[in-house]
């Protein structure tokens, strides 16, 4: 939408002088090109390794409410959707979250999924069993050269999507005798 007036302002400058012009045009793409490098071009890495997990399982996998949502259609594109529940894990299910994904949709104003979100709260006893991060961007890999950058700004840059963690929620444990 910016480059409409600036091509608006080339042009006139580009009859009273060609040169302005083109250093006008060439200043504007160079101040905007960094701004390129900022951009998310990968919103739902997560989703994304949650259909590649569940292609790769051969158990079921258990997400939240919230990321299930999310990961709908391109479950459904894969033939997948089966494989992966929404639904409480039980003991020993294979459960795979966005890093924090039940905090971010408890603070958030529009997630609709915030009743559901508590069973996929990770507790000491669940069992990490993979952390995949989103790949970090070219300019968040150069921000460690600004040491005075807010270490949220920082975060923000240098991944600004959420990892994909798998877990395996614990099993009960075979001293425990059910009680009558």
Known sequence: AALIPLSIAAAAMFRAAASRAAAATALFAALTLPLLAIENTNPLFAVHRLVAFAAASPETLHTDPATGAEAAIPLAFAHL???????????????????????????SRTCGFKGGMAPFTPTQAWILIRREPAPTPLLGSLAHLIPSLPPDIRHKLEAPNPALIVYRTPRP????????
């Open 81 to 107: 959707t089966a494989r992966v529940s929404t639904n409480p894990p039980p003991p020993g299910a294979l459960v795979a979250l966005p890093e924090n994904a039940a905090a971010t949709c408890l603070a």
């Open 173 to 180: 444990s075979s001293s425990q005798a059910p009680t009558n």
